[in-house]
Nanobody
């Protein structure tokens, strides 16, 4: 099992910045992708950014150039960060940390509890 604990959400004005953190513990050696998703009221959960074990990153078109995902590792935990700059009201959502590990023939997916990001205009 993998446990994910998020922090860093809050209220910010349009154009401002926030940094989200997600600490992963447990079977972290099995994780091959970590990422951030978000869900706004009345909308489906969507991928914001992800980073693979090898360091490859992927971003939603809507956040490219504004958000940066990164990861730090030590023996006990992985911490994934999402630096969010030039925030817009449409970035308002609950942000969820995600980790995936192979469990052939399936993929195990783990989720954090979510952290609210609110951008005021």
């Amino acid at each position: 099992q993998v446990q994910l604990v998020e922090s860093g959400g809050g209220l910010v004005q349009s154009g401002g910045s926030l940094r989200l953190s997600c600490a992963a513990s447990g079977r972290i050696f099995s994780i091959n992708v970590m990422g951030w998703y978000r869900q706004a009221p009345g909308k489906q959960r969507e991928l914001v950014a992800s980073i693979t074990r090898g360091g490859s990153t992927n971003y939603a078109d809507s956040v490219k150039g504004r958000f940066t995902i990164s990861i730090s590792r030590d023996n006990a935990k992985n911490t994934v960060y999402l630096q969010m700059n030039s925030l817009k009201p449409e970035d308002t959502a609950v942000y969820y940390c995600n980790a995936e590990s192979p469990n052939p023939p399936f993929t195990s997916k783990y989720w954090g509890q979510g952290t609210q990001v609110t951008v005021s205009s």
